[in-house]
Every structure is written in structure tokens, then in C-alpha cells.
């Protein structure tokens, strides 16, 4: 149940995107140059393959140079079990709360993982990729951003939803300020972990999202 597209191409990189609709997250693959890095690896067989995606965008699993993880969930991290043996350089990107469960739950090897505290550029090819700390949807949560382009994990989605945070680390007050941190930002085109891409206007689905936290937080306060 997903379906791959080549979601976007600039001068500078193109993007490759796998639509889950099952209990797997999207998949984000960017390429820059000859380096590509994928943004969430997804769950794995039977809701997502990374062999048979990497197959349909005919790409080399051994050009994979880096795995950007907006968060914890086994849906967004699974599938790195079985892809840190079929690729053993590139490395796994992921924010400090969020990174021992995901390393200690699929045995990964320490030294395969950059932690990341916000803030920091990823370089792709001739591109950089800034990880933002949004915390709210898990307390590790990031969403990573390049130019008009953002890839929100499950802190947002289209039409204004947004990720739950009844799970452990999730907080309705810390989403709600994410949200607002990404209001303040220049992006047009966003890339969730969920569902459809929105590739414009991308500020007026977060807004909606944003005025739908505030209302939830309200609620749940009274
Ligand atoms: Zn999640």
C-alpha cells in the first residue's frame, strides 16, 4: 500500500518519495550531486521495502551515505536492522533523546551514530540540511530543512493535523511551541512522515495545524 514518486527536482537536488498509507511513515530519499541520503527508513516488509524502493528509483543501496531520523518510532526506524548490514559506512543521524532507544532496541552499533541537539547542517552533496529540534510529538522529535523545503516527521501533516502525543516523551505544550517555530520559517513544500506531500503553500496547512493544537491544549487544560 504505497506508492513512489519522484516528489521534487531543483538544480541543486531531487527528491524521492515512497506514500505510506499502511503502518509504515513515507520515505524521503535526497540526492545532491552523486550523494543521497534517505530521511526516515520506514517500518519494513510487509508495509515498507527499502531493497525494492531503492530498486524501483534505481538506486545503489551503497550510495546511501546517510539516514536522517526525525524520530524514535519503530514505524520511521525499523527498517535500519536490516539495511545497516547491506550498507555498513553510511551514518545514522538521530537527536540525543530520541537515540538510545532507537540504537538499543535495533542493536545498533554506537559508532554508526551522529546525535544530533538542533541546529546542526547536514551536507548532501552541494546542500545542507539544517535539523530543527521540534519537540512535542517525542522529545527528540526533529524536522530537517532545506531551503523551502521541510520534512516535518509526524509533528505535522497536510491539511492540518498533527503527530499524537499521548506516547511517552510526547507533550501537547512543547508540539504547539514546535509548531510556532515553524511558522517563523521560510518554507513552501512540505515533506511529512505521514500521508500527502503539500508542495505549496506548505505555511498555510502548519498554520491550521498550529490553531488546531492551540485549541486541543486549551481543552485539555480546562
Ligand atoms: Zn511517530
Redesign the pocket.
Known sequence: MYAHVQAKTTEKLKIYAVISYGLS?NTYIIESRDEKAIIDIGYGPPHSNINETLNIFKIDIKDIKKILI????R??TRELKKFIYENEEAKIYIHKNDRDVVVESLKIDKDRVQTLYGDEEISIGEIKIKAIHTPG??SG?LCFKHEENIFT??LVFANGLY??TD?PTGNQKELTRSLEKLLKLDVDSMFP??GEITLKDAKSHIKLAWKNALRDLTSKQN
Open positions: 511513515s526525525t524520530h524514535r518510532h514505524d520511521h510529538h517525542t522529535s516527521g509526524d503527530g499524537r506516547l512522515g505521514h
